[in-house]
């Protein structure tokens, strides 16, 4: 029979805290928004689910099933309103530059509009232990503020979520079919072959600890 004191040994680090985290998130450079501002003012973020989808095949009365296309859901964040508004207006105009309200037009070149985004999960002592990076990622709503005579002690906040193409993780290690190669730095187990494709398209990658897709 196991005791407490097995299970504090195995409960490494004291477990990984909610609180502890930290999103980054370099703005295109026409939203004027500030990145160091942002780390700040997000309050609340998620840790990526991970849905594998399936194929199910007849055979004989029963269903032999085999790995089918993997998903990818909407990431949302938490965002606190100070009064400058200056992170508002730059997720607003983050949204601009794809479908402009009056033009109905938008820009074609993804560099414009799509970043890597991260979230970090860090431990009690103030170090990442788990990064999750979201490639090509974009805006595609900004939630309501809802503002009221009778609201006297809050401050504002708003959601924005965003769309993207897939996440990997410095655990990731598989991509395709193949083991991956594997690249220096805390994204350890990302293969050289993706690790050139993400900054191919979108430019250099801080992955943080002095390491970086480039």
């Not at 974009?138 to 005579?149: D, L, M, N, Q, R």
């Not at 965003?162 to 991509?175: A, G, L, R, V």
């Amino acid at each position: 029979m196991h005791s407490l004191n097995d299970f504090k040994a195995r409960l490494v680090g004291g477990g990984a805290r909610a609180n502890l985290f930290r999103v980054e998130c370099p703005f295109p450079s026409r939203t004027g928004g500030n990145q160091e501002q942002a780390t700040f003012m997000i309050k609340s973020a998620g840790l990526p689910a991970s849905t594998q989808g399936k194929i199910e095949i007849p055979f004989r009365g029963r269903k032999f099933k085999i790995p089918g296309d993997r998903t990818f859901d909407v990431w949302t964040i938490k965002v606190i309103n100070d009064s400058t508004f200056d992170l508002r207006n730059a997720f607003e105009n983050w949204i601009d530059i794809t479908n402009p309200s009056p033009s109905n037009t938008g820009d074609v070149n993804f560099n414009n509009y799509m970043c890597q985004l991260q979230v970090i999960q860090m431990d009690k002592a103030g170090n990442d232990i788990k990064r999750y990076l979201f490639v090509d990622a974009f805006p595609t709503s900004i939630g309501a503020i809802e503002v009221a005579y009778e609201t006297n002690d809050a401050v504002e906040e708003f959601e924005v979520t965003f769309e993207y193409q897939y996440w990997i993780s410095n655990s990731s290690k598989f991509t395709g079919n193949k083991r991956a190669a594997g690249v220096p730095g805390i994204i350890t187990g990302l293969s050289a072959d993706l690790a050139v494709n993400v900054s191919g398209r979108i430019g250099n990658v801080n992955l943080g600890a002095g390491a970086s897709i480039a």
